[in-house]
């Protein structure tokens, strides 16, 4: 949370098409934050993208798009929320139709358990590159906490529940 994530993958993309190279961008379905289909960082940037859900087949999804044109990066933001078998299938992006994947993700929820495809981009990604934020006192936050509607810290809850700042927050 607030580390810059959606941020650093806008970048990315800027950085691909003002070079005149095509990408693909994905958020979670789930997140309803902003606008629909539309990756918006917390400083004002903003691409549209497609939604993916636990249901969506990146793979064939991307086997379709280069049949029309050729794509240089596939960039996906919530990537926490990718299912086991859609880490696969990015590998299956990367080494079948030679497509680089940037996923950006928080690593856990807020009791420090691992999202199900945090677990399988830790195991099975080629390259790790952490994206430090800062703790109110400070240091580097390791972890997030949700709150509740009086600013309490919550121990218990299902693992989804979108939010931002007024529900979560980085803590060391």
Same mark, same amino acid.
């Not at 299912?83 to 299938?89: I, S």
């Given at each position: 949370?607030?580390?810059? @994530?959606? =941020?650093?993958?806008?970048?990315?993309?800027?950085? %691909? @098409?003002? *070079?005149?190279?095509?990408?693909?961008? %994905?958020?979670?379905?789930?997140?309803? *934050?902003?606008?629909?289909?539309?990756?918006?960082?917390?400083?004002?940037?903003?691409?549209?993208?497609? !939604?993916? !859900?636990?249901? =969506?087949?990146?793979?064939?999804?991307?086997?379709?798009?280069?049949?029309?044109?050729?794509?240089?990066?596939?960039?996906?933001?919530?990537?926490?929320?990718?299912?086991?078998?859609?880490?696969?299938?990015?590998?299956?992006?990367?080494?079948?139709?030679?497509?680089?994947?940037?996923?950006?993700?928080? *690593?856990?929820?807020?009791?420090?358990?691992?999202?199900?495809? !945090?677990?399988?981009?830790?195991? $099975?990604?080629? &390259?790790?590159?952490?994206?430090?934020?800062?703790? $109110?006192?400070? *240091?580097?936050?390791?972890?997030?906490?949700?709150?509740? @509607?009086?600013?309490?810290?919550? !121990?218990?809850?299902?693992?989804?529940?979108?939010?931002? &700042?007024?529900? %979560?927050?980085?803590?060391?």
């Amino acid at each position: 949370m607030n580390a810059g @994530k959606s =941020t650093a993958l806008l970048q990315a993309n800027h950085n %691909y @098409k003002e *070079r005149g190279m095509n990408t693909v961008l %994905y958020t979670f379905f789930g997140d309803v *934050r902003h606008k629909k289909n539309t990756i918006v960082s917390r400083i004002g940037l903003e691409a549209k993208a497609f !939604s993916f !859900s636990t249901e =969506t087949n990146l793979f064939k999804e991307l086997q379709e798009v280069v049949k029309k044109k050729k794509i240089h990066c596939l960039l996906i933001d919530e990537a926490q929320f990718l299912t086991k078998n859609q880490v696969k299938e990015i590998g299956k992006i990367v080494d079948e139709l030679d497509i680089p994947v940037l996923a950006f993700g928080i *690593r856990t929820d807020f009791q420090g358990e691992l999202f199900e495809g !945090s677990k399988y981009l830790l195991a $099975w990604a080629d &390259n790790l590159k952490e994206i430090k934020t800062v703790c $109110w006192c400070g *240091r580097k936050a390791t972890m997030v906490v949700r709150l509740d @509607k009086n600013g309490n810290i919550v !121990s218990e809850g299902e693992q989804i529940e979108i939010g931002g &700042n007024e529900k %979560y927050i980085p803590l060391c």
